[in-house]
């Protein structure tokens, strides 16, 4: 399974940003996709996961102001980032969980700066 992301860039405080990450190869079915960040100097945290439900989990830092949306039948994962805060900052990795195993993608730098 190979994730291809794309979005990502500077945005100033209080902007909007949105990612995507299409997941492609042999798939027989992907259950959670999600997006994780790492901020210069600190360990990669989950920001937001979505199950092939549509159920989702945000980080309590993200939560009403991310939104995480799935394409199923695209395989592909959306994360809308609204009122975004400088410590923002950071490479955005898409993730995907499969019953085969766990795949991430390349990231993505997010710069939240003016």
């Known amino acids: 399974v190979q994730l291809q992301a794309s979005g990502g860039g500077l945005v100033q405080p209080g902007g909007s940003l949105g990612l995507s990450c299409a997941a492609s190869?042999?798939?027989?079915?992907?259950?959670?996709m999600g997006w994780y960040r790492q901020a210069p100097g600190k360990p990669r945290e989950m920001a937001a996961l979505?199950?092939?439900?549509?159920?989702?989990n945000y980080a309590d830092s993200v939560r009403g102001r991310f939104t995480i949306s799935r394409d199923n039948a695209k395989n592909t994962v959306y994360l809308q980032m609204n009122s975004l805060k400088p410590e923002g900052t950071a490479v955005y990795h898409c993730?995907?969980?499969?019953?085969?195993?766990?795949?991430w993608g390349q990231g993505t730098l997010v710069t939240v700066s003016s």
């Open positions: 979505i199950r092939s439900s549509g159920r989702s």
């Open positions: 993730y995907a969980s499969t019953p085969s195993g766990d795949y």
């Open positions: 190869g042999t798939i027989f079915r992907i259950t959670i």
